[in-house]
């Protein structure tokens, strides 16, 4: 038996796990292995820079892969760009979707819009967003400060008042068959997943972050500014990013004004985040680290994940 909900129901699915799309992380390869082994596979068109993103999407083949973008770094060139290459999803997150929507709707695309609050669902059902992703402070990468727990129901409640054909998918902190159950019984339809995938064979992750994450408990990461202010990045309100703790964020995180104006230190940082150097450098993961022993293919994950999670289901009372 698999698990069925509205969310495999509406895009074909034989998992209700959609791929996070990870900026930098979620290239091609990975996307292309979700969505192959019957996840919503979602390339991490990140910051929109269209060399890579296109590139990558080149890499996942035929496969019918979906897109997300940073919202607030989007042009409409490449949102155009992504909608010409038919993708299976369009997910905005961190920033107002209303600008980009009439072009999402108007390709028939459908739109995923992230959340972190409920005034943030509210804008996703204003502009007509397919799913709603309600996120978690748990969550690696950028977010905010709720938590998945409360936000979850909290939005299923929300839709179910105003929108009961909008679908949820609850991200933050969920990384195995557990995460998926839980995410199911507060009233989500499915799962997004970023952490977990990020720690997959096909993932663009140097082996150094790799085993750092492997090796490290969830109580090692931190969310904060340091990232952000070592690529001179000006992320809006309320959004902090989560990341492995490490030498480097214990030196800037109370002062991030500094290291914005320390060239030297800024560029050890770079080079350390592309060596794999996790102590000098700050991997991008969630506290669903410290339930995460191994870098396995994606299949194999999605697969775990999903049957662990019927079996879940199945013997709860
Ligand atoms: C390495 C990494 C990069 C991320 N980059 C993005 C991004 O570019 N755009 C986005 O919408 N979310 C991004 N996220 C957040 C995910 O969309 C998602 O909310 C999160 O991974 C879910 O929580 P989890 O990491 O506990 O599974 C990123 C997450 C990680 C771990």
Redesign the pocket.
């Known amino acids: 038996m698999a698990l069925k909900t509205r969310f495999t129901q509406a895009f074909g699915l034989d998992h209700p796990v959609a791929l ?7 290239g091609g390869a990975l996307a292309a292995a979700v969505a192959r082994a019957g996840g919503l596979g ?1 390339l ?4 929109g820079d269209a060399d890579w993103t296109f590139a990558e999407w080149d890499r996942a083949g035929d496969a019918p892969i979906g897109v ?3 919202t607030w770094k989007l042009t409409p060139a490449v949102l155009e760009a992504a909608l010409m290459r038919g993708p299976r999803a369009v ?4 920033g107002d979707p209303a600008p980009f929507a009439p072009a999402i709707h108007a390709a028939a695309v459908p739109l995923v819009c ?1 959340c972190q609050t409920l005034d943030h669902a509210r804008a996703a059902l204003d502009v007509g967003a397919r799913v709603l ?1 309600a ?2 402070a ?6 905010g400060a709720r938590g ?1 727990l409360t936000l979850v129901p909290e939005i299923a409640d929300l839709l179910a008042a105003r929108s009961p054909q909008t679908l949820l998918l609850a ?5 195995d068959g557990r995460g998926l159950a839980a995410a199911l019984m507060l009233g989500a339809d499915g ?8 720690a997959a064979a096909e ?1 663009l ?1 140097p082996e150094g972050f790799h085993g750092a994450a492997v090796a490290a408990g969830g109580d090692a990461t931190v969310r904060g500014r340091t990232p952000d202010a070592a690529r001179l990045l000006d992320w809006p309100e309320p959004f902090t990013i ?1 990341t492995l703790r490490s030498g480097f964020t214990d030196r800037w995180s109370d002062d991030t004004g500094a290291l914005r104006a320390n060239a030297a230190a800024r560029a050890a940082w770079a080079q350390a985040q592309a060596q794999g150097d996790a102590a000098n450098g700050t ?6 680290i410290g339930l995460i022993h191994d870098i396995l293919p994606a299949a194999a994950l999605l697969h775990r994940i999903s049957s662990e999670a019927e079996q879940r289901l199945r013997c709860s009372p």
């Open positions: 996070a799309p990870m900026a930098g992380a979620a979602l991490g068109g990140g910051y997300g973008f940073i997910m905005l997150s961190f992230q992703v996120q978690g748990e969550a690696g990468g950028h977010g998945t991200a933050g902190g969920i990384a799962a997004l997943i970023g952490t977990r995938f990020w993932a992750v989560r991997p991008v993961a969630g506290e669903s």
